[in-house]
């Protein structure tokens, strides 16, 4: 199965594209969870269903929104416009996009995982004098790698199979945003393009499935290690 130059392009943007998400965004959804598991504060629901929003609301919206505020008018736009910086209509819009959608994935993985800590075991800690970075480093956070690979895999399916905010807050330009989703829907649209959408989809199928073998390999992997330290 051969792929064109600019079928190439949009698999290759749409790899960077959720492979860059899932690294900015983990470590924030890993601190957004542990803050939601472990921490009691005012506005604790409101703050659950703006990280839950964009799972429920219609990906075009999602996009609507970064496009308002990141437009050359918007609250956050206006001031990066001042920098020379303009962020809808590029590959860091796709980005963003796939961030975002993904994000609410990756905050429920790790807060499973999390709340799935015995708290017993930090607490005994805590009698032995372990301070809370070292605690949150030595034991918490190793325990609960499961949940961040799990998070990582969703969160990089969920960014790389990304289409309505992306099409709408990045557009579809050739090379530059026609992330792999935009480029099945443009060969759709076009005469003859069934073959080329057929091969995109393949493509697409078989790279999700491969993350989430991977992620069920390296969290065997991770299991039996923690195990094994365990006894």
Same mark, same amino acid.
Do not use: H
């Given at each position: 199965?051969?792929?064109?130059?600019?079928?190439?392009?949009?698999?290759?943007?749409?790899?960077?594209? @959720? /492979?860059? !998400?899932?690294? +900015?965004?983990?470590?924030?959804?890993?601190?957004? $969870?542990?803050? %939601?598991?472990?921490?009691?504060?005012?506005?604790?629901?409101?703050?659950?269903?703006?990280?839950?929003?964009?799972?429920?609301?219609?990906?075009?919206?999602?996009?609507?929104?970064?496009?308002?505020?990141?437009?050359?008018?918007?609250?956050?736009?206006?001031?990066?416009?001042?920098?020379?910086?303009?962020?809808?209509?590029?590959?860091?819009? @796709? /980005?963003? !996009?796939?961030? +975002?959608?993904?994000?609410?994935?990756?905050?429920? $993985?790790?807060? %499973?995982?999390?709340?799935?800590?015995?708290?017993?075991?930090?607490?005994?800690?805590?009698t032995l004098g372990a301070g809370a970075m070292r605690r949150f480093f030595t034991l918490s956070l190793p325990l609960s790698t499961p949940g961040l690979l799990a998070?990582?895999?969703?969160?990089?399916?969920?960014?790389?199979?990304?289409?309505?905010?992306?099409?709408?807050? @990045?557009?579809?330009?050739?090379?530059?945003?026609?992330?792999?989703?935009?480029?099945?829907?443009?060969? %759709?649209?076009?005469?003859?393009g069934d073959a080329v959408a057929t091969r995109l989809v393949s493509i697409s199928v078989a790279v999700a499935l491969g993350a989430f073998l991977l992620s069920e390999?390296?969290?065997?992997?991770?299991?039996?290690?923690?195990?094994?330290?365990?006894?």
């Open positions: 199965m051969s792929l064109g130059a600019a079928e190439w392009a949009a698999l290759s943007l749409s790899l960077r594209v @959720a /492979g860059w !998400a899932t690294l +900015i965004g983990l470590p924030l959804a890993y601190l957004v $969870a542990w803050t %939601l598991a472990r921490r009691s504060f005012r506005g604790k629901a409101l703050v659950k269903a703006l990280v839950q929003m964009p799972l429920v609301l219609p990906p075009v919206v999602v996009g609507y929104l970064l496009l308002t505020l990141f437009g050359r008018n918007g609250p956050l736009g206006a001031a990066l416009g001042t920098l020379g910086i303009s962020v809808p209509f590029t590959s860091l819009a @796709a /980005g963003l !996009a796939a961030g +975002i959608m993904a994000f609410p994935l990756m905050v429920r $993985a790790c807060r %499973l995982s999390i709340e799935a800590l015995d708290s017993r075991l930090e607490a005994a800690a805590r998070g990582a895999t969703l969160g990089f399916a969920r960014g790389f199979g990304e289409f309505g905010a992306t099409i709408v807050f @990045a557009a579809n330009i050739p090379g530059e945003t026609q992330t792999l989703p935009i480029a099945i829907y443009s060969a %759709l649209q076009s005469p003859g390999w390296l969290e065997r992997r991770t299991r039996a290690r923690l195990s094994g330290q365990s006894r």
